[in-house]
Nanobody, 121 residues
Framework: QGWLEESGGGLVQAGGSLRLSCAAS????????MGWFRQAPGKEREFVAV????????YYADSVKGRFTISKDNAKNTVYLQMNSLKPEDTAVYYC??????????????WGQGTQVTVSS
């Protein structure tokens, strides 16, 4: 069993920044690829970023490349998403994901409950 809990969402003006955190508990995810996904109202959930279990490999959606940075602290079982230069179209519920098998853009079996990010224009 394992649980993922996101935090750090909120309301921010366009051009601003937020840092999301995802704390893993119940089991160690130090060997898991960790990712962030988001779902805007009326849209399907989409991939945002993923980081390998070692932290040495990252991959981003084109829409966030150069603005968002994913990182992880295995000692704390926590993954972060630093979001800069936010745009109104970044508004969505952001979900943390853990994949204990491989590193993909589709996500593994473990999901958090989500945290709301709202960017005002």
């Amino acid at each position: 069993q394992g649980w993922l809990e996101e935090s750090g969402g909120g309301l921010v003006q366009a051009g601003g920044s937020l840092r999301l955190s995802c704390a893993a508990s119940g089991r160690t995810f130090s060997r898991a690829a960790m990712g962030w996904f988001r779902q805007a109202p009326g849209k399907e959930r989409e991939f945002v970023a993923v980081i390998s279990w070692s932290g040495s490999v990252t991959y981003y959606a084109d829409s966030v490349k150069g603005r968002f940075t994913i990182s992880k602290d295995n000692a704390k079982n926590t993954v972060y998403l630093q979001m800069n230069s936010l745009k109104p179209e970044d508004t969505a519920v952001y979900y943390c994901n853990a994949d204990t098998i491989t590193m993909t853009t589709t996500g593994g079996d473990y999901w958090g409950q989500g945290t709301q990010v709202t960017v005002s224009s």
